[in-house]
């Protein structure tokens, strides 16, 4: 199956709750993120501006065209421990 992210939920700052395809979801702080270097991620330092994310063919995606492909996203939020499965409703 190929990973999408679902939702974005807005948490202030640099977080943002994220759902995925496979009933996954978890809290990611993307302040480390924003801080590499790089033009694309240059605007993203502001919180206003960060704040824009919007899902574009299930990846998280920013006015300026920086997206983050979802299947990576999920591996790091997986390897810090920040994902949990949503109940079946």
Do not use: C, I
């Amino acid at each position: 199956m190929l990973t999408k992210v679902t939702q974005l939920e807005r948490l202030g700052g640099f977080r943002l709750r994220v759902h995925f395809n496979d009933g996954s979801e978890g809290v990611h702080d993307f302040a480390a993120m924003v801080r590499e270097p790089g033009p694309m991620l240059a605007p993203l330092r502001d919180e206003a501006y960060f704040a824009r994310v919007f899902l574009e063919f299930g990846a998280p995606t920013w006015p300026n065209g920086y997206d983050m492909a979802p299947e990576w996203l999920r591996r790091e939020m997986e390897k810090a421990g920040e994902l949990t499965r949503v109940a079946a409703e």
